[in-house]
């Protein structure tokens, strides 16, 4: 086992610290190497390890061969110049040249200036790929991990005094750490998108529209939408549905709301005999008008609208985070009057597309004349397709999108299910419509603490049935989909603490990501505020900054000080420190005995002093290292130093 | 407290110089903005900041490295023009914590003292090679660190000087050509044992004088009786011109030294003998003429 006292004696080359350096950062990045790549890292460090001395040429241009080989096949099928575009993929490129190029210089034996900075742009480049709270660990052990290696080259010393070296270095930087990262101004695109401008990729989330297409690929953004803190404990998940907009037209390709013309009424007030639910909501920008309310809302939020669809939204795009409270009653429908203009949106679709699931519609329409038996016709139809939910799609006929969803893809998203349910509801001659908007998980919720992200976005149908509209959850129908039941009642007590346990450490992890991972100008704006609110907080924040300061320091004094290598002297360490300190120097020179002799000599009170000298003469060179005689020791050098000279 | 006020009082004595890792943390700082900015990743902030701090607090970090060393000259041993030899140099350390990747430099002549331990010293040898005979001064001797992470490179000057001699270098004939070229140049050297009777085959200039007169014939002898060159050097005769002279002087001056032989040297206006006079007085005589 590698002990404290091994490390000591070891003195790694430049070319061992450098190879360290470069397993602890290419570490992360083998998860995103593809299976040649990786077995050409693998036989590069065979050949590293084989070759004790510098590789003939004809190696290293074998390995570049191999290298570009590997490359080739590691990107067969993405790489395309179109596909360079995307940023992952270039980035992807850049790592697997990086790699060659780091494994032929290093079988070379030189340490020259690229191999020494290639460590520092692998981390870099494993920033983009990975940004978790695991990565943030890694990042920061990498971080000084790094440091530790170029301090042992530097110092040419063994590996527990670079360590020690680089403690205190990194503890002297951790504060002005602390402080650039709460007060460095984030100054950032405000839709932080992954990739560059024009690049196909599109996240999850809300924004008033649901493509079908296939053209771009879902990345599911664990970007938080809003925070939902309710009075008494999270609602069940089969009731956390927040209300986005409803798109009623059918685009074939997507589907939109009313035009902007046609007015909703807006009501303040939606009586409901389902109970009652209260609960605050922090919004972060979204630059649209929706208020994501918890179906179904009881009331309008303040200076904010609630139309005769339940939608509530705000006159100006909320571009700064907004604090709102609200009440809903968690219900799967509401009743209201089906005005002649919306009846006829709502039953409209295309008669000469999806012909084949017209076929169906219309066996089922004509199986019965109850609308909400017909409904669960159309669940079980799609219950029978066997349907997968998935958010990578094939590339479905849009022209016939339903069909081509429930009958040959049979794979999709949210969006798919409900603009197919919508559709066959329709057929049926029922009016239905899709609602988009977010639908939580409670398995990320702590206490009564809910934090919504982008991905969690949804489309779900409402269906008009017996003068109210009612959620139909289409996804539900998938054959392939996560149990999101609590099964409470099933657990055992250990299962019972590792679900708290586990609950805690989502707390834990969802307080880093918001105060670390994703701490934005937002938050910088909400401490501000809140310190002008409460002056007493700015005498707490710089009361914490000097405990950390102060708590740095202890660490770097523990480190800074001198390691003894005797029992001996360590024991008489304080009493050498307080001659010192008393202006009583030791000459060069002068041995320790001759030292202390000399000090009795010129201060015949302090009676210890020989006392000193006898005992460190004889566990020094008579090797009485017995714990009596250490004690003693220790015994007379404190009397020594509390004795008047 | 103590160790504060003297990094601001020394602070100003240290020089720093930038490397070119100093343009690769600039550079990556830069580019670790571009990425934090283009993809608001707090991760890259951090490593960002991380980067940034450590740079920034690797500035006091060398200084104080540096600034609580303290170098005297020591003993140096004889030095000849145009002949490698050493300035040796005490770097005390009077610090508590090590300090780490120190060099000593003087022109282009550099030691390197990986480690000086806190409150000890290291002796470190410079190479130094004086370019002519006489009266040297070894200063603009300057320490140099570039740790801990090599983006600066700081020196700071010993701030004390030595005054030596570098005695003419030491080359010619040597002294068995010349003791071979001269002709009677053998003295005796004795060391009295006893007398005994002399027997008629003794030396007649060993016979005791003081016991003929008392009737006997006694001769005396010696424990120890051999043939010493007697070793005098003349300047004028030693070379063709003064430096060859010198030089000629101080190889023949030092072979004596080795072979304990006594010499004499005649210079223009002063003659040098040993071992009356110290061969380091000779020497520095030789090396101001």
Same mark, same amino acid.
């Given at each position: 086992?590698?002990?404290?006292?091994?490390?000591?004696?070891?003195?790694?080359?430049?070319?061992?610290?450098?190879?360290?350096?470069?397993?602890?950062?290419?570490?992360?990045?083998?998860?995103?190497?593809?299976?040649?790549?990786?077995?050409?890292?693998?036989?590069?460090?065979?050949?590293?390890?084989?070759?004790?001395?510098?590789?003939?040429?004809?190696?290293?241009?074998?390995?570049?061969?191999?290298?570009?080989?590997?490359?080739?096949?590691?990107?067969?099928?993405?790489?395309?110049?179109?596909?360079?575009?995307?940023?992952?993929?270039?980035?992807?490129?850049?790592?697997?040249?990086?790699?060659?190029?780091?494994?032929?210089?290093?079988?070379?034996?030189?340490?020259?200036?690229?191999?020494?900075?290639?460590?520092?742009?692998?981390?870099?480049?494993?920033?983009?790929?990975?940004?978790?709270?695991?990565?943030?660990?890694?990042?920061?052990?990498?971080?000084?991990?790094?440091?530790?290696?170029?301090?042992?080259?530097?110092?040419?010393?063994?590996?527990?005094?670079?360590?020690?070296?680089?403690?205190?270095?990194?503890?002297?930087?951790?504060?002005?750490?602390?402080?650039?990262?709460?007060?460095?101004?984030?100054?950032?695109?405000?839709?932080?998108?992954?990739?560059?401008?024009?690049?196909?990729?599109?996240?999850?989330?809300?924004?008033?529209?649901?493509?079908?297409?296939?053209?771009?690929?879902?990345?599911?953004?664990?970007?938080?939408?809003?925070?939902?803190?309710?009075?008494?404990?999270?609602?069940?998940?089969?009731?956390?549905?927040?209300?986005?907009?409803?798109?009623?037209?059918?685009?074939?390709?997507?589907?939109?709301?009313?035009?902007?013309?046609?007015?909703?009424?807006?009501?303040?007030?939606?009586?409901?005999?389902?109970?009652?639910?209260?609960?605050?909501?922090?919004?972060?920008?979204?630059?649209?008008?929706?208020?994501?309310?918890?179906?179904?809302?009881?009331?309008?939020?303040?200076?904010?609208?609630?139309?005769?669809?339940?939608?509530?939204?705000?006159?100006?795009?909320?571009?700064?985070?907004?604090?709102?409270?609200?009440?809903?009653?968690?219900?799967?429908?509401?009743?209201?009057?089906?005005?002649?203009?919306?009846?006829?949106?709502?039953?409209?679709?295309?008669?000469?597309?999806?012909?084949?699931?017209?076929?169906?519609?219309?066996?089922?329409?004509?199986?019965?004349?109850?609308?909400?038996?017909?409904?669960?016709?159309?669940?079980?139809?799609?219950?029978?397709?066997?349907?997968?939910?998935?958010?990578?799609?094939?590339?479905?006929?849009?022209?016939?999108?339903?069909?081509?969803?429930?009958?040959?893809?049979?794979?999709?998203?949210?969006?798919?299910?409900?603009?197919?349910?919508?559709?066959?509801?329709?057929?049926?001659?029922?009016?239905?419509?899709?609602?988009?908007?977010?639908?939580?998980?409670?398995?990320?919720?702590?206490?009564?603490?809910?934090?919504?992200?982008?991905?969690?976005?949804?489309?779900?149908?409402?269906?008009?049935?017996?003068?109210?509209?009612?959620?139909?959850?289409?996804?539900?129908?998938?054959?392939?989909?996560?149990?999101?039941?609590?099964?409470?009642?099933?657990?055992?007590?250990?299962?019972?603490?590792?679900?708290?346990?586990?609950?805690?450490?989502?707390?834990?992890?969802?307080?880093?990501?918001?105060?670390?991972?994703?701490?934005?100008?937002?938050?910088?704006?909400?401490?501000?505020?809140?310190?002008?609110?409460?002056?007493?907080?700015?005498?707490?924040?710089?009361?914490?900054?000097?405990?950390?300061?102060?708590?740095?320091?202890?660490?770097?004094?523990?480190?800074?000080?001198?390691?003894?290598?005797?029992?001996?002297?360590?024991?008489?360490?304080?009493?050498?420190?307080?001659?010192?300190?008393?202006?009583?120097?030791?000459?060069?020179?002068?041995?320790?005995?001759?030292?202390?002799?000399?000090?009795?000599?010129?201060?015949?009170?302090?009676?210890?002093?020989?006392?000193?000298?006898?005992?460190?003469?004889?566990?020094?060179?008579?090797?009485?290292?017995?714990?009596?005689?250490?004690?003693?020791?220790?015994?007379?050098?404190?009397?020594?130093?509390?004795?008047?000279? | 407290?103590?160790?504060?006020?003297? %990094?601001? #009082?020394? !602070?100003?004595?240290?020089?720093?110089?930038?490397? *070119?890792?100093?343009?690769? /943390?600039?550079? +990556?700082? =830069?580019?670790? %903005?571009? #990425?934090? !900015?283009?993809?608001?990743?707090?991760?890259?902030? *951090?490593?960002?900041?991380? /980067?940034?701090? +450590?740079? =920034?607090?690797?500035?006091?970090?060398?200084?104080?490295?540096?600034?609580?060393?303290?170098?005297?000259?020591?003993?140096?041993?004889?030095?000849?023009?145009?002949?490698?030899?050493?300035?040796?140099?005490?770097?005390?350390?009077?610090?508590?914590?090590?300090?780490?990747?120190?060099?000593?430099?003087?022109?282009?002549?550099?030691?390197?003292?990986?480690?000086?331990?806190?409150?000890?010293?290291?002796?470190?040898?410079?190479?130094?090679?004086?370019?002519?005979?006489?009266?040297?001064?070894?200063?603009?001797?300057?320490?140099?660190?570039?740790?801990?992470?090599?983006?600066?490179?700081?020196?700071?000057?010993?701030?004390?000087?030595?005054?030596?001699?570098?005695?003419?270098?030491?080359?010619?004939?040597?002294?068995?050509?010349?003791?071979?070229?001269?002709?009677?140049?053998?003295?005796?050297?004795?060391?009295?044992?006893?007398?005994?009777?002399?027997?008629?085959?003794?030396?007649?200039?060993?016979?005791?004088?003081?016991?003929?007169?008392?009737?006997?014939?006694?001769?005396?002898?010696?424990?120890?009786?051999?043939?010493?060159?007697?070793?005098?050097?003349?300047?004028?005769?030693?070379?063709?011109?003064?430096?060859?002279?010198?030089?000629?002087?101080?190889?023949?001056?030092?072979?004596?030294?080795?072979?304990?032989?006594?010499?004499?040297?005649?210079?223009?206006?002063?003659?040098?003998?040993?071992?009356?006079?110290?061969?380091?007085?000779?020497?520095?005589?030789?090396?101001?003429?």
């Amino acid at each position: 086992m590698l002990s404290l006292a091994s490390l000591q004696n070891i003195r790694p080359t430049p070319l061992q610290l450098l190879d360290i350096s470069y397993i602890i950062v290419l570490l992360p990045l083998l998860l995103i190497l593809k299976v040649p790549m990786l077995i050409f890292a693998f036989i590069a460090l065979a050949l590293i390890k084989i070759h004790k001395n510098p590789a003939k040429p004809i190696v290293i241009m074998g390995v570049f061969i191999l290298g570009v080989f590997a490359l080739f096949l590691s990107q067969y099928g993405a790489f395309s110049f179109q596909g360079l575009s995307r940023l992952k993929l270039f980035l992807e490129l850049l790592v697997y040249i990086l790699v060659i190029v780091v494994s032929m210089q290093r079988l070379t034996r030189v340490v020259n200036f690229y191999l020494l900075i290639s460590p520092i742009l692998l981390l870099a480049l494993s920033l983009f790929f990975f940004h978790g709270m695991m990565m943030l660990i890694y990042v920061i052990f990498e971080i000084f991990f790094l440091l530790w290696m170029i301090l042992s080259h530097r110092m040419g010393s063994n590996l527990v005094d670079s360590f020690r070296a680089s403690m205190v270095m990194f503890m002297y930087s951790l504060p002005w750490v602390v402080v650039l990262f709460i007060f460095f101004p984030r100054i950032s695109f405000e839709h932080p998108n992954y990739g560059f401008r024009g690049e196909v990729v599109r996240h999850t989330g809300h924004d008033g529209t649901m493509f079908l297409d296939n053209k771009s690929l879902l990345v599911p953004s664990n970007r938080i939408v809003m925070e939902v803190g309710f009075e008494d404990a999270v609602p069940p998940i089969g009731t956390l549905y927040f209300r986005g907009s409803i798109l009623y037209i059918d685009k074939k390709d997507h589907w939109e709301p009313l035009p902007s013309y046609i007015k909703r009424d807006n009501q303040y007030y939606y009586s409901n005999q389902e109970p009652k639910i209260s609960y605050k909501v922090t919004l972060y920008p979204t630059n649209k008008k929706w208020l994501y309310l918890l179906d179904m809302p009881s009331f309008a939020v303040k200076k904010a609208s609630l139309d005769k669809d339940l939608i509530s939204q705000v006159k100006k795009n909320i571009d700064e985070p907004i604090y709102y409270q609200a009440t809903s009653s968690l219900s799967d429908h509401y009743t209201t009057q089906l005005d002649r203009y919306i009846y006829k949106v709502t039953t409209q679709f295309d008669t000469n597309s999806n012909r084949k699931a017209y076929k169906e519609a219309i066996k089922i329409k004509n199986s019965t004349n109850d609308s909400e038996k017909r409904a669960k016709a159309i669940i079980k139809l799609f219950q029978e397709q066997n349907l997968t939910y998935s958010l990578k799609i094939g590339s479905l006929d849009l022209n016939n999108s339903t069909d081509s969803f429930l009958f040959k893809q049979k794979y999709g998203y949210c969006v798919h299910f409900a603009s197919s349910f919508v559709t066959m509801a329709r057929m049926v001659g029922i009016p239905s419509r899709v609602v988009t908007g977010y639908k939580s998980d409670r398995s990320n919720s702590i206490n009564n603490y809910l934090p919504v992200r982008e991905k969690d976005a949804h489309a779900w149908a409402e269906l008009y049935i017996k003068g109210a509209w009612r959620r139909y959850e289409a996804t539900s129908t998938a054959s392939i989909i996560e149990a999101d039941e609590n099964t409470d009642t099933n657990q055992t007590q250990t299962a019972k603490n590792q679900e708290k346990l586990n609950l805690y450490l989502m707390y834990i992890k969802y307080k880093v990501e918001t105060w670390i991972l994703y701490y934005s100008n937002i938050r910088q704006l909400q401490l501000l505020k809140y310190a002008k609110e409460n002056p007493q907080f700015v005498l707490f924040f710089i009361l914490s900054i000097l405990v950390l300061v102060l708590a740095t320091f202890v660490i770097i004094s523990y480190f800074r000080r001198p390691i003894c290598g005797d029992v001996a002297l360590c024991t008489i360490q304080p009493l050498l420190k307080h001659l010192k300190k008393i202006g009583y120097k030791r000459e060069r020179d002068e041995t320790l005995h001759q030292y202390l002799q000399r000090y009795a000599e010129d201060n015949p009170n302090n009676k210890y002093i020989l006392e000193i000298d006898r005992y460190y003469e004889k566990i020094y060179y008579g090797e009485d290292k017995s714990k009596e005689s250490v004690q003693a020791l220790k015994r007379v050098v404190r009397e020594a130093i509390n004795a008047k000279d | 407290m103590k160790s504060l006020l003297k %990094f601001v #009082q020394t !602070y100003r004595k240290v020089y720093q110089h930038a490397t *070119i890792f100093s343009a690769v /943390v600039v550079v +990556l700082l =830069f580019g670790f %903005f571009l #990425q934090a !900015y283009m993809h608001d990743f707090n991760l890259v902030y *951090i490593t960002l900041f991380f /980067v940034f701090s +450590l740079a =920034f607090s690797a500035g006091p970090i060398s200084v104080s490295n540096l600034i609580f060393l303290k170098s005297r000259y020591v003993h140096l041993g004889r030095v000849f023009a145009n002949e490698q030899s050493s300035i040796s140099i005490e770097i005390e350390n009077q610090s508590s914590t090590p300090s780490w990747a120190i060099k000593l430099y003087h022109d282009d002549e550099s030691v390197e003292m990986m480690q000086i331990k806190g409150d000890s010293s290291v002796i470190a040898k410079l190479p130094f090679t004086p370019t002519k005979r006489g009266v040297f001064v070894h200063e603009g001797c300057y320490l140099e660190s570039k740790y801990p992470l090599s983006t600066a490179r700081l020196t700071i000057p010993i701030g004390v000087s030595y005054e030596g001699i570098a005695y003419p270098t030491p080359k010619g004939k040597s002294l068995r050509s010349f003791i071979s070229n001269q002709e009677d140049i053998y003295g005796e050297e004795r060391e009295f044992d006893g007398l005994i009777e002399y027997d008629g085959s003794q030396k007649l200039s060993h016979i005791h004088w003081a016991s003929v007169a008392k009737g006997d014939i006694s001769v005396k002898t010696f424990s120890k009786e051999q043939e010493v060159p007697k070793l005098v050097f003349d300047f004028y005769k030693a070379g063709k011109d003064d430096e060859a002279r010198l030089s000629q002087l101080t190889l023949w001056v030092l072979e004596c030294e080795r072979l304990n032989a006594p010499f004499t040297i005649k210079m223009p206006h002063k003659v040098l003998k040993s071992p009356q006079e110290d061969i380091d007085v000779i020497l520095s005589l030789l090396a101001k003429y």
